[in-house]
């Protein structure tokens, strides 16, 4: 038989630990003792949304008998019906002593209807925004729903029931979230809870609460429950090509939760359970006997070691054992933050170079409208000065000069000569009008091509010109008729002599005829050249005016865009500025954790050394032959404790 005296010996073989694991939460910043301090009693939080079979599992950890679940399930709920919340704070569960009902500190038993009214009351508290809601509320269970040949957790463990974040009542979802950031960091062991066919709910993001989005971080501290994992279709006819093992099942689960988007460490695998109970495994052992039978082996392996896993968790030791943690988990959460921030900075660093680039194209680009514009609006001024009444027939004047279409005297007086000066002239007024045809009106800037918003191609911001296009010509096609000079020169030659008589001579007559003549066309020549000068400048005015419009629109679609830009950038600038502070701000909170972790490190070490110096000392005080030995063996016992602890070893 082994003595008394070692066996309480071997008891107090952690004490060292927990006295000096409870003397340095006393002497640490509030700020951190949410990471190391708990409450006497062992919480285990689970948490989970509506409809995923929390109440179920919390009564089958609890060991309530499966015949009694819906019953205790029903007055749980406070008169709600089936997929709508029913938790409205937390609730911690426990058995009762007695056969009654039991809520909060009354200390009276109560029977089902009145409890469950309670439960309503308490909802309605919650969802008025009611200041006497307490934050936890403790249930007692009546004992005869209780099976005695249930696996279940030890008497000191209390199940913390958290409702989910997302209730729709904002009073509630204030209050629940409150609740939320109160007691999940000081929860010896953390459960989550969703289905298997929607295995998103274990994404950071979902689960919303900072303290619940590190699960995978620290999952020596958490323990996933996928519920409904064995009633699929597609599960069971998995399940049913080959021999399952309780570890083919994990795997298979691990590999669908790897296929969402965020990293899972490879130790996750051993707290994952894949489970079904409720209604759904009911169903299946009366709709499949035969599947039902084989998949009860692996449910009921996986269910005993996650009871086994939760039991072996949820104790001071552990505590103590996670403790060391924290300084690991800052460092990793450090790491993670490093990496997926300086990700975020790249991006952002990427886009506001872009955005840079693209912003100094738009300002080129407005630029070279900016001269298209200017250039276009010279050359319609340049148009409307052609236009104005004066220029234009100074110029025409000009194009055709009197003093060289007007007839001079001929030194001979002969019909002839008469006929060849008004060829001449009528030769004179084509060429003039030819010379015209061909004349650059002040046009020295060569039209533009059409813009384009994002294929021009550029010479310095400039949309290219077409350098070999010649200026504006004026094209006035054939002369006007010069008929009248003709029928003259017909009369002239109509003379029966090439002469005219000494004694009433009309070649004066004749001579003033043609001068009137040549001067009469070669007004038609002006009014019709300014006709159609005034047609052709007018269509090219129109058509700058269209192109001027449309430089305007590209211009203005430019500066758009590059308002846009220039706010993109503003608000990214913003963004990087504010990931490099969150950084910052994230490594200064977490160098205070590490910095703790080391204390806390230093601290038990201490106190390690401590407790073996006093156990030697014992040793040697010792006068009695046989607890000497003890001593020197309880002194070769926790010698290897702290490292033990370090290493994360269980007991």
Known sequence: MIDKFWLDLHETRHQWAYDAYSQFVEGIDADLKADYNRSDQVTVVVYGSTQVGKTTLMLDMLGVDRAHAAEVSGVLRGGRTVGKSSTATAMRYRKSESDGWRIGKTGKDLAGGEAEACFAALRAKVESGS?????????????????????????????????????????????????????????DLIVLV????????????????????????????????CTYSFSSASFREWFAEQSRSADDVRARLMKQLRLHDYPLPKALGRYVYPLEFGTSWVDLQQSNAEYFASAKSVVDEVWADFMDSVGRASNPYS???????????????????????????????????????????????????????????????????????????????????QSEIAPAVPESTRPSVLVAVAQEKRRKLRALWGALSERELMMDTPPLREPALSSDRTVDGDVERDSGSPAFILDLGAPPTMRAIDEHIDSLEDHWFDWYSPVFS????????LVKTVMDVRRTFIATARRKVTAQLTTEQDRLQKERARFKSARIAFASRQERLCTTLDADRAAIEKAAQALEDFEVRMQHSIEHGKRFHDHMTSAHATALSDAERRFHKESDPVKRFYRLLFRKLIEPELQRMMDGENE
């Open 131 to 187: 200041d006497e809601v307490p934050d936890v509320v403790d249930v007692y269970i009546p004992r005869c729903f209780f099976s005695p040949a249930a696996i279940t957790l030890a008497a000191e463990i209390r199940l913390l029931d958290l409702p989910g974040l997302n209730a729709a009542n904002p009073n509630e979802a204030n209050h629940v979230r409150r609740v939320a950031r109160t007691y999940v960091p000081i929860a």
């Open 194 to 225: 969703g289905r298997a066919d929607n295995l998103g709910f274990a994404h950071p993001a979902a689960l919303q609460l900072p303290e619940l989005q590190d699960w995978a971080s620290h999952p020596k501290r958490f323990r996933v429950v």
């Open 319 to 401: 505590r103590v054992k996670m403790a060391f943690e924290i300084q690991q988990i800052a460092d990793r959460k450090v790491s993670q933050f490093r990496k997926e921030n300086t990700s975020r900075r790249e991006v952002l660093a990427s886009r506001i170079a872009s955005q840079l680039s693209a912003l100094e194209v738009c300002k080129k680009e407005i630029g070279g409208l900016d001269r298209r514009i200017e250039e276009l609006d010279e050359r319609l001024e340049t148009l409307t000065n052609l236009m104005s009444g004066a220029w234009l027939d100074s110029a025409l004047e000009s194009a055709f000069p």
């Open 506 to 513: 009309r070649f004066e007559n004749d001579f003033q005829a």
